[in-house]
């Protein structure tokens, strides 16, 4: 819908690459789905690439994928492609001046590298989800918590919430306010506006996604229970959206 005319993300199975892309859980696949990950991943570069459209995002998107899958491998190789690929993703968002991203990516290739050459390596949505929340917080203290600058940084953060998969209700509130500020800087119909208040609603319907032995299943979360460590779900999801 935002390259209506793109013959790239035309092609045939195109979304469903990177819907399942999205939504795997690479830590937990087995080596098959690895593989037709990556193998989806490259597929998306290519066709990219050979086309010369300006899509960053989905390029971004492609190499990130094929990082993850990569890395997954837990081998010498698959570590040095996933560090190839991050930090070509790194460079983009450094060449464009976006700094929170590539902090974050930061953490990212220093993980990787830890895992390539046997480090402790401390959980990663911890790692990161702390290191943006010190940046937001910064933020607020420096420029005030309705400013424009905010937004950027806010959305970082939310998306850190959101992966950790256990800070939804404050993701929520977090976006709802962010959505209200962008509102009043920059009016209802800009994209930014727009973007945080799509982000809003797939966050309010509180999904999570796990592999089952049917395939990649979205459920409802309904909440989560602190005992177990688990999410309470409800689903799955006959028609989830894309």
């Not at 929170?100 to 990212?108: D, N």
């Not at 256990?166 to 009016?187: D, M, P, T």
Request: aromatic share 6%; with cysteine; net charge negative.
């Amino acid at each position: 819908e935002n390259y209506p005319g793109s013959e790239v993300l035309k092609l045939g199975g195109f979304s469903m690459i990177i819907n399942t892309i999205d939504s795997m859980d690479y830590e937990n696949i087995n080596s098959e789905l690895r593989e037709e990950g990556k193998r989806a991943a490259s597929q998306m570069i290519s066709a990219i690439q050979e086309s010369g459209e300006d899509i960053n995002e989905q390029l971004l998107f492609a190499y990130t994928a094929l990082a993850a899958f990569s890395e997954a491998d837990k081998t010498s190789d698959g570590y040095k492609k996933a560090l190839h690929c991050y930090e070509k993703v790194r460079d983009w968002h450094k060449s464009v001046g976006d700094e929170m991203r590539v902090k974050r990516l930061e953490v990212v290739i220093d993980r990787v590298k830890s895992k390539r050459d046997g480090r402790e390596v401390k959980p990663f949505r911890d790692e990161v989800l702390k290191e943006i929340r010190s940046d937001y917080d910064q933020c607020v203290r420096e420029r005030g918590e309705s400013s424009a600058e905010i937004l950027q940084v806010g959305r970082s953060l939310s998306e850190a919430l959101y992966g950790s998969g256990i800070h939804g209700l404050e993701c929520e509130r977090l976006l709802n306010k962010l959505a209200i500020i962008s509102r009043r800087i920059h009016g209802t119909g800009h994209e930014i506006t727009l973007d945080l208040e799509i982000d809003l609603d797939l966050c309010s319907e509180r999904r999570v996604g796990m592999m089952t032995d049917d395939g990649f299943k979205q459920y409802y979360a309904l909440r989560f229970d602190d005992e177990e460590g688990k999410h309470v779900v409800k689903g799955p999801i006959s028609n989830p959206r894309k």
